[in-house]
Each structure stands twice: as C-alpha cells, then as structure tokens.
C-alpha cells in the first residue's frame, strides 16, 4: 500500500520561502515520476512540478525561476524548495506518483502579509 505524507507547509510572507517534503512508503516510489500539485479553494488541483525516476524536471509556467523540485530515491522522498512565494501560491500542495490515484492529506501553504 502506498502511503504520502505531505509536510513543511505553513505562513509566510510574500517574497519568502519555503521547503514542502513528500514521504512516500511502498516500492512505487523508486519506478515513478513523482508530481507536486496543489489545489486552491475554488479552483482545479494543477501541476506544479514533476520530476521523473532518473532527475528529469517539468515546471508549470508560474512558478518556473522560482520553484525546485529534487528527489532523493534511497530515502523515498520528493522535496518542493519554493522561493520568492507570492499570495497567487498560496494552496493546499499535495504529492503524488505519476499516473496514480494516490494521494496523501496535502500540506496547507498561506502567503500573506
């Protein structure tokens, strides 16, 4: 069974940073492209970020020069580095295996002054 847990979330004011990390348990980590999403109220869950098994990356438009995604395969963890935020970011950001239906409790991240 495939578990994410999602953490690292919080307040932060515009123009600040933040590090989301996404624990995954069960052996699809190590085969899978790995995307962060997130979902603001009122609208569709987007795709931030992707990045496949062997590093290859994919950012949405909005958040490019400013996001990072990496990965650590030995430790099954997938981490969102997130610079320069602004109030538009703000959502609740969750992780999740390429191509599954599998999703953890998502990390709530509010950019405000």
């Known amino acids: 069974q495939v578990q994410l847990v999602e953490s690292g979330g919080g307040l932060v004011q515009p123009g600040g940073s933040l590090r989301l990390s996404c624990a995954a348990s069960?052996?699809?980590?190590?085969?899978?492209?790995m995307g962060w999403y997130r979902q603001a109220p009122g609208k569709q869950r987007e795709l931030v970020a992707d990045i496949t098994s062997g590093g290859i990356t994919n950012y949405a438009d909005s958040v490019k020069g400013r996001f990072t995604i990496s990965r650590d395969n030995a430790e099954n963890t997938v981490c969102l580095q997130m610079n320069n935020l602004k109030p538009e970011d703000t959502a609740v950001y969750y992780c999740?295996?390429?191509?599954?239906?599998?999703w953890g409790q998502g990390t709530q991240v509010t950019v405000s002054s």
């Open positions: 069960g052996s699809i980590f190590s085969i899978s492209a």
């Open positions: 999740n295996p390429k191509g599954t239906t599998h």
